[in-house]
């Protein structure tokens, strides 16, 4: 059926994992978000570095936020349901239970975040060996993907772990997976996270080289060896058992799924930009660069032939609209890094319950306090003595270096919420100026971007978006639906119903109804 055509009151979920909740929304076949939940999911950090989840608390709280979407509303009219999630690896025996990837043996705790740095020296060695595959991810692998985290687990949980393991999942396809019962994977995650190639497929001799021979042997079985776009319809549906976890009917049709920053390009990078006198009006989509901020960024490119960056993710073909080549940079925390450097500050108690006497919460009473001490100067200016070098987590892009650190210059004695502000807004600065250093990189390899597209939690805070537009110099989009994440996702349901012929057409379809706002 051609976009345009459809029934009245068809619906499609959108389920969004995040690093610390997960989300949902009910949107209609406009493109409207018409109901939102979310359900905080639980982290372990053992250590220093290792950061571990679970995959059945992350389900069951896909259920939760899933039947109070749906509550109010006949179910039967939902049409189809989109999965994205954080890039983190799942790890299921051969009857597809829990896995421990800690040393305790916990089996509740089988996932390793995308966060997770535990495989600094395997990643190092695979990065040695300058495979081809290599040049994919901008010339060096960063220990956030899926194969230095694979052979962390052979070579240090052999036994309880590594020997009984049957399904090597990314949360992604993991969800789609206990949706469906399909063990099919996205092309995005394959792509993106673990050396996959759309035109070649697996490249056997990297997985030889790097000590996992393993998967060559047994055809790729537990890592995917059937492969399907994003968007493409899963199997039956869903499963009466996941269909009754999740409130709705059995054979609801069920996407092959994104990871949550690609989701958020999805959402954004397509948006109808006429009639509000923007620079980009008339320009290609090429030109304009998707920032998905939350507890990372990630900033997504796309272009018709490939461009190789170094120290960028990709090029990957199609990972996330069709016919397109992908260029991902990123920086590894963003989100948190703020809430690091507020939360540890001195003032920080007494920045809380000012907050909560004024029911805000702390960032707006920020954002207000640096208008109060700015005086006559722009905001910007309060930090002429303050820097943040803000990779506290390493640096993903374009120094690909994870032993980076972080640092602060131009301390004084005072603790005061003046210096709290200041050093709070020094970080965003930080944080946009390496924004700013990753759109040169893609600049000088051959992209040509001008226009910021932001969408995620981060982009519901003025001061970033200012800082991102005032640093980069160039105009910041913002759509007025600000959950353009889980739009993402509703995207993929909607495609997997057969409603819309292609991701592309719904993303047209959807964008020519969302009103944007925009900061220069």
């Not at 994919?136 to 052979?151: C, D, F, H, R, T």
Request: hydrophobic residues 45%; glycine residues 10%; aromatic residues 8%.
């Amino acid at each position: 059926m051609s976009g345009g055509d459809q029934e009245p009151g068809r619906y499609y979920v959108g389920v969004d994992v995040g690093t610390g909740s997960v989300r949902a929304a009910l949107v209609d076949q406009r493109g409207v978000l018409l109901a939102f939940a979310d359900q905080p999911i639980n982290k372990w950090e053992p250590q220093f570095s290792h950061h571990e989840q679970s995959s059945e608390d992350i389900w069951a709280a896909c259920c939760v936020v899933t039947k109070k979407v749906v509550q109010g509303i006949d179910v039967n009219q939902v049409r189809g349901l989109g999965f994205d999630a954080t890039c983190s690896l799942v790890v299921l025996d051969k009857q597809f239970h829990p896995l421990p990837v800690n040393l305790e043996g916990d089996s509740r705790r089988n996932i390793i975040m995308w966060l997770d740095h535990r495989a600094v020296s395997q990643v190092h060695r695979i990065n040695e060996t300058q495979h081809s595959v290599l040049q994919y991810v901008g010339g060096v692998m960063s220990v956030e993907m899926q194969a230095p985290k694979l052979l962390w687990l052979k070579e240090n949980l052999r036994e309880t772990c590594w020997d009984k393991a049957g399904h090597f999942f990314d949360l992604p396809d993991f969800l789609s997976w206990k949706a469906t019962g399909v063990t099919a994977r996205s092309l995005c995650s394959l792509v993106c996270k673990w050396t996959y190639s759309a035109e070649k497929g697996w490249d056997d001799s990297f997985w030889k080289t790097i000590g996992l021979e393993d998967f060559v042997a047994d055809n790729y079985s537990k890592i995917g060896n059937q492969v399907l776009p994003p968007g493409a319809s899963l199997g039956n549906g869903l499963t009466p058992e996941a269909a009754k976890d999740l409130g709705l009917p059995a054979g609801v049709a069920v996407a092959a799924s994104l990871i949550d920053a690609h989701a958020g390009g999805l959402g954004v990078i397509g948006a109808d930009v006429r009639g509000h006198g923007l620079s980009c009006e008339g320009q290609p989509v090429t030109s304009r660069l998707a920032v998905i901020c939350g507890t990372s960024s990630c900033h997504m490119g796309i272009s018709r032939d490939p461009i190789f960056v170094p120290g960028v993710w990709g090029p990957y073909f199609s990972a996330m609209v069709p016919g397109f080549w992908l260029n991902e940079g990123g920086q590894s925390v963003t989100g948190k890094l703020i809430d690091h450097m507020v939360q540890g500050h001195a003032a920080f108690p007494e920045l809380q319950a000012k907050a909560a006497a004024r029911c805000q919460s702390v960032y707006a009473y920020l954002n207000s306090h640096l208008d109060l001490i700015k005086k006559a100067q722009p905001v910007g200016f309060l930090t002429v003595d303050l820097h943040v070098w803000p990779d506290f987590h390493g640096n993903r892009s374009p120094l690909a270096d994870l032993t980076l650190k972080g640092m602060v210059t131009g301390l004084k004695l005072s603790q005061d919420l003046d210096d709290l502000a200041i050093l709070y807004l020094a970080t965003v600065q930080a944080i946009a100026f390496g924004t700013r250093l990753i759109i040169e990189a893609m600049e000088a390899a051959g992209h040509s971007v001008s226009t910021l597209f932001l969408c995620g939690g981060l982009s519901k805070n003025p001061l970033f978006v200012q800082m991102h537009a005032d640093i980069t110099g160039m105009p910041v989009i913002l759509s007025q639906e600000v959950e353009s994440v889980l739009v993402g996702a509703a995207i993929l349901g909607a495609c997997a119903s057969g409603d819309f012929a292609s991701v592309q057409i719904y993303i047209y379809l959807f964008h020519l109804h969302l009103p944007l706002s925009k900061y220069l």
